[in-house]
């Protein structure tokens, strides 16, 4: 068994990132959090397998354990 034990999900769908560069944008303004906006499991399940699932597959791996992107956790944003 091949274990990738550090990837990303670097390909979350666009309403999480559009959601992402308006909450950064309220913390630089002082402002509220925009809602978390409506993203089914399908779209997830779509931005993994057609990405990450896939080059795991080409690159002969088992499993992959990975974790958000390492900007979205900080809410610095972009430096």
Same mark, same amino acid.
């Given at each position: 068994?091949?274990?990738?034990?550090? /990837?990303?999900?670097?390909?979350? *769908?666009?309403?999480?990132?559009?959601?992402?560069? !308006?909450?950064?944008?309220? @913390?630089?303004?002082? /402002?509220?959090? *925009?809602?978390? *906006?409506?993203? !089914?499991?399908?779209?997830?399940?779509? !931005?993994?397998?057609?990405?990450?699932?896939?080059?795991?597959?080409?690159?002969?791996?088992?499993?992959?354990? @990975?974790? *958000?992107?390492?900007? !979205?956790?900080?809410?610095?944003?972009?430096?």
């Amino acid at each position: 068994m091949i274990i990738d034990c550090h /990837g990303h999900y670097t390909t979350a *769908p666009a309403a999480h990132t559009a959601w992402r560069a !308006s909450q950064l944008a309220a @913390f630089r303004e002082g /402002g509220r959090a *925009p809602a978390y *906006p409506a993203i !089914s499991d399908d779209e997830i399940r779509e !931005s993994i397998e057609q990405n990450q699932l896939r080059l795991l597959h080409e690159r002969g791996a088992d499993m992959t354990i @990975f974790s *958000p992107r390492g900007r !979205s956790c900080s809410a610095r944003g972009s430096r």
